[in-house]
């Protein structure tokens, strides 16, 4: 009598790759070794890529950004303990930003817990703070039904972070084949995706009203909406209505910088006027200075829309519209379809901010139009400016971070398609670029990634280069070396004193450092360039080449301000 056919057996490692990939995952971040080095490989097997990195921070960035830019959630995966700490940097991340992230943990095994296990810690409390549900597999029966829970948490409602917590005596269980299938169909009826319902039609016809009476109405539209993927009823609804429009840093690109209706240039003349707001996807926080005067005029009506009926209760507008960016924007020009109406060039509003915009443009560009060298921070961004749009579509995904090098980068780069451009975002993260950079290039293969960073926000991930080289990334990461955080030893004779007065300043780097060097120890080119004939030179080299990539830019040490905008906070 033949024996009966070996059943084939699936560990916990395994069913979570499997559950990952059968909820369609496609992509995992992170950082392999005890408990969880086995999971890696199984997802690999099971058509997921996994981008090992050299630190879970760098990772929980990528996770992070990766949500964003495919509004799937991101996978972070690391390992226990102080892996788990890390990984809440990036976890973090997603729940500032309201992107969808998961990360899973391996944790200690659970009959040792308490009692000084190897990486032991109650990492289910730990990341409690920064995630939307926290839930640990405590047998493998439970693996599937979890997974489904946090990937579907993480992406519905208002996104964020999700953790999922694997003992390592879980990850060593075993089921058999015939039970996972049956574990994975169970947990695919039992996990219910949250709706949210739209808005009733009532609202949609006020929100309309307001727009239509407004004698100065304005458009600003956030990450949110670039999330909901809300481009193209924008693009409708401001064409259609020639209201004039403000996109936040991350919004930049859901309709191009060079409408001839965005008021970016004319911001504080479009937010310090506007009678009425239409905010779309964006919330009224520290970036958009709370929708409060003296930034905002006291009298403002506020319309907003966001998926989440939390922030509009926090902020109390004239008008809340709950429900999908995307779907909400439809309904608002459905309903004007019927009765339209349009500003038209020669309205007052469109005209003040139509001139407003286009003086301060015209003295922008006659600032940019000088090559000063020394480099100061506008030199060079303009050259970088021109090279990406010379790159036409698809546009290059640009990631920015740094004081100045943000500040002048955002008002000087100019972002002509969605999602296209990633920096510190809502909290201010510094140390995102190489993480947001890697993620931007597996979520999008068909785009160039190109970084503008300061020479600190490069020096937090750094050893990431070697990832771009091993992966062969097509991602050029320009580091405008200054020197230092903000630049050169700016204290007065008056303050160095004590001690230490001889140590580098506290905001000093070695200067000159050969960060281009770096890229050349795992394989990469590097370009250390002072001129623009030589910045010129290694970008067009660079990007045609679409191959890792650091450009060295040397910056006089005292060009920009210390903090960059945000002097008054420091
Ligand atoms: P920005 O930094 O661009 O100003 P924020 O991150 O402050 O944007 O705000 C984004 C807002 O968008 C959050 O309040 C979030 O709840 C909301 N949001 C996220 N997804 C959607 C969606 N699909 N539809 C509408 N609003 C969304």
Known sequence: ????????????????????????????????????????????????????????????????????????????????????????????????????????????????????????????????????LSVRARDIKDVPRCVFQVLGKAASGRPGGCYLDLPSDVLHQTVSEAEAEQLLVDAEKEVKVEVIEAVGQSEIEKAVSLLRHAERPLIVFGKGAAIARAENGLKKLVETTGIPFLPTPMGKGLLPDTHELAATAARSLAIGKCDVALVVGARLNWLLHFGEPPKWSKDVK???????????????????????????????????????????????????????????????????????????????????????LRMG?????????????????????????????????????????????IAAAVASPDRLVVAVEGDSGFGFSAMEVETLVRYQLPVVVIVFNNGGVYGGDRRSPEEITGPFKDDPAPTSFVPGAAYHLLIEAFGGKGYLVGTPEELKSALSESFAARKPAVINVTIDPYAGAESGRLQHKN
Not at 5 to 17: E, I, R, W
Not at 352 to 375: C, H
Not at 416 to 428: Q, S, V
Request: charged letters at 20%; aromatic letters at 6%; proline letters at 6%.
């Open 393 to 437: 579509s698809p546009a290059p995904i640009v990631v920015s971070e740094g004081a100045n090098t943000m500040d002048v980068g955002r008002s000087v780069l100019v972002q002509t398609e969605p999602r296209t451009r990633l920096d510190a975002g809502t909290w201010g993260t510094m140390g995102v670029g190489l993480g947001y950079c």
């Open 1 to 132: 009598q033949n024996p009966p056919p070996k059943q084939t057996q699936h560990d916990g490692n395994s069913l979570v790759a499997l559950s990952l990939a059968r909820a369609g995952c496609t992509h995992m971040f992170g950082v392999v070794g005890i408990p969880v080095t086995a999971l890696a490989t199984r997802a690999v097997a099971l058509g997921i890529r996994f981008i090992a990195f050299h630190n879970e921070q760098s990772a929980g960035y990528a996770a992070s950004a990766y949500g964003y830019l495919t509004g799937r959630p991101g996978l972070l995966l690391t390992v226990s303990g102080p892996g788990c700490v890390h990984g809440l940097a990036g976890l973090s991340n997603a729940a500032a930003n309201a992107w969808p992230a998961v990360m899973i943990a391996g944790s200690c095994d659970q009959e040792y817990f308490g009692k000084g296990d190897f990486q032991e810690l109650d990492q289910v409390e730990a990341v409690k703070p920064f995630s939307k």
């Open 302 to 388: 506020f319309i907003l829309v966001d998926i989440s009926n939390e922030e509009i209760e926090l902020r109390k507008p004239c008008l809340g519209l709950v429900g999908d960016a995307a779907k909400v924007v439809e309904m608002i020009n459905k309903e004007i379809k019927d009765d339209p109406f349009c500003l038209g060039k020669t309205h007052p509003w469109v005209e003040a901010i139509g001139k407003k915009a286009s003086d301060n443009v015209s003295r922008m560009e006659a600032q940019l139009a000088k090559d000063v060298v020394p480099f100061n921070f506008l030199t060079p961004m303009r050259i970088i400016r021109d090279e990406i």
